[in-house]
């Protein structure tokens, strides 16, 4: 291997929407990164699927090819940036980098849910740099933040929006009071959403993220199975706007605490108090609130998603990956160490951390409902924060009803929404979501 | 120097309410810092004015002195902690500390903010670690934002709330429909403002870490008499209520920003739109919001002062200064290196970016006054949002006016200012604030 001192080669793996991006930033400030990390940061060779579309964007001074082994596997290159997603080849191409002595950055989070400890365990081994701020909430650089700027904390508890497509959703909803699918059209059209939405809008994204946060927060595996996982498809319109009536935003929230016997992790619709900075978070940006114990409260909000601020956090990767070089980045993904002592806790699958829950059912309009409601939750041993029977959404003989609980357990609440949906006189399903 | 690899010997100056909270923070977590730092951080000596002073909440197992020199003079002191503030004799110590080879860590914006080129440029030469994470913002880890997350973007834009002090009274103010005497006594009795209040309400401590600030963002000399600085004692109840009718919150902001001639700054009190997140950051919160160019808009909000979040920027200081021991440090106000390009940016004293304006008088209640005070803005070519003249405050022969003007620029809203103040029938002074 012939490596300069003062050149950093990079070789590129897909060059969409972020590779393109990084490309881009690179060879419109080369000074920039050159004063800033100390090395000239040459794209030295890409891989694309079409090797003929145009991209006028970027400058086409170094090679392209359509085999992604000519870069993992080319003894020039110090550095490669993984940006083509997915799980397959892009496992097998970080490893064989890896493999190869090669510092990886990659913005793919599905990849490090699901491969994480076995990437990380051959980085340790080959001594190599795997920078992964751009796979968590884009340009926000939670990572370094979590890794580095909180290092004496101990992290408590994180809530995040950490999918911008279902964030853009529901805020859409409520500022067009459009249903669902409509807005996902229009996501769809503006490039908030994928052509298959399925990941984003079913929560999925957001729990590879939050996989890999709580890895790195709480020194836990990553076990994305262990994750309660719930999409924003059952959010009706009705939802929101009951929600707005009582001071609430409905927001698909991310969440990681420790409780008596672990740690929780879950995403899910929740609705978040208007007093509450994460409910200010709207459109397709992402938050992140961390609680330390030091520190207390830390929020973040920035774009989630997108060209730049994706490429701003992979270039702060790589700037990072020569600044630190000589450290041993063993195990970055548990705060950078093999010496910290393991962790002895848990994910627990069981969500035993209590919060109020709001349900909404449509009920017979007859004389006695709400009573025999109240006495079903009252069996239940939930307390209840309100109930309101909404007279001016009364149909014909049906009437909504809304009931917001005291905080009670997923176990209550799951038992609680099966005891009304029961019920005589209760018709549709019975919505219930978290309020956090 | 008999230095250990394995061990940095920490020398703390001054153990108060920050220099408590690190001490204690590093007793009672050592083998987390271990781990994450991959050396034991030790406190070998610490500097107090009263050693008779009983220190409950840390285990006083290293000795003490009362002599300042003791501590940046001793070989075993591999890192300085400067927590007693002001400027002499910190500036001297930590130059001492510097000369004599030792990394420093430091808390003291007003130190920086006037002799940090100085300072860093000694840190150049002798090759030492300077961090002060704790001077901006308190537990926000924004230098290392600016440094590191944001390495691959240019900064445009900043806006802060980075004095917990003013942002105290104007939340009680509001919270408490109380007037600003009445609040400060409160803050100060709570520990949120200092007993002589004079820095923090005069918005200087605000400058100071502006100035801060601005120097790592454009890569400018720190020039803390070009900055535009007002306090908030001139922001009455009135004005927080009216400010509230028309859709806003006043905060106490810091502002830098490129404009066509240079670089902008000043502090000072505005109104903040209600939509805008920075209008939700309350009590002694800070929150500082950046534009990249690449990231776009990111903001940041967290505790600005006290000992757990002070504590947890030194802290990761500290341990920067381990991780990053073999790169040089040079001119770590300036992102990092010495070789990047002198900005050919200046701060100019003159305030010649552009926003809407607030005034608040107090008019005879005669007909046609109106009238005379929207031609005296025509005459200044000063387009109106908006006056309104509150019929609910008059009094006697008197009557609040209010006007928020469109976009102008800081020299035509002066001069409009002194016509109004110099019209028949105006009685108060104009009060006259920046529109976000």
Chains 1, 2 share one sequence.
């Not at 050159?34 to 170094?62: D, L, Q, T, W, Y």
């Not at 114990?293 to 601020?309: H, I, K, R, Y």
């Not at 702060?316 to 600044?323: E, H, L």
Request: aromatic share 4%; hydrophobic share 45%; proline share 4%.
């Amino acid at each position: 291997m012939s490596k300069s001192k003062d050149i950093l080669n990079v070789g590129v793996l897909g060059l969409g929407t972020v590779g393109g991006g990084v490309v881009s930033a690179l060879q419109s400030s080369p000074e920039l990164f050159e004063s800033r990390s100390g090395k000239h940061i040459k794209v030295v060779a890409a891989c694309v699927r079409n090797p003929n579309k145009n991209r006028s964007a970027i400058a086409m001074n170094f090679p392209i090819t359509s085999n992604p082994f000519d870069i993992v596997e080319d003894p020039k290159i110090d550095l490669v940036l993984e940006l083509i997603g997915g799980v397959e080849p892009a496992r097998r191409l970080v490893l064989t980098a890896l493999n190869n002595g090669k510092n990886v950055v990659t913005a793919n989070k599905a990849l490090l849910a699901v491969h994480g400890e076995e990437i990380f365990r051959l980085a340790a081994e080959k001594n190599c740099f795997v920078g992964y701020e751009a796979a968590v909430a884009g340009g926000i650089p939670i990572i370094k933040v979590i890794r580095e700027g909180l290092v004496a904390n101990k992290i408590t508890k994180l809530h995040g929006i950490i999918n911008g497509t279902c964030n853009y959703i529901l805020t859409g909803m409520e500022k067009h009071q459009s249903a669902f699918d409509d807005i996902l059209i229009e996501a769809q059209q503006k490039g908030f959403a994928e052509e298959d939405p399925s990941f984003d809008i079913g929560g999925i994204d957001a729990a590879h993220k939050l996989t890999i946060l709580a890895s790195l927060l709480f020194k836990i595996p990553l076990e994305l199975d262990k994750i309660s996982v719930v999409g924003i498809a059952d959010v009706e319109l009705e939802d929101i706007n009951y929600a707005k009536k009582l001071g609430y935003k409905i927001k698909h929230l991310a969440v990681a605490e420790k409780s008596e016997n672990g740690v929780e992790l879950r995403v899910g619709p929740a609705l978040v108090p208007e007093t509450d900075m994460l409910s200010k978070v709207d459109e397709e940006m992402n938050a992140i609130r961390l609680e330390g114990n030091l520190l207390g409260p830390l929020l973040m909000s920035g774009a989630g998603a997108g060209a730049g601020p994706t490429a701003s956090s992979v270039l702060s990767d790589i700037v990072d990956s020569i600044r630190n070089s000589k450290l041993e980045w063993a195990s970055v993904i548990t705060n950078n160490s093999d010496n910290e002592p393991s962790s002895d806790l848990v994910i627990t699958a069981e969500q035993t951390i209590a919060s109020a829950f709001y349900y909404r059912l449509v009920a017979s309009n007859e004389p006695g409902m709400l009573a025999s409601i109240t006495n079903i939750l009252a069996a239940n041993n939930i307390s209840i924060e309100a109930v309101i029977q909404d007279e001016e959404g009364k149909k014909a003989d049906r009437v909504p009803i809304l009931i917001v609980t005291e905080k009670i357990k997923q176990r209550q609440a799951d038992a609680t929404r099966l005891a009304l949906s029961e019920m005589p006189g209760i018709f549709s399903p019975v919505k219930q979501f978290r309020v956090k």
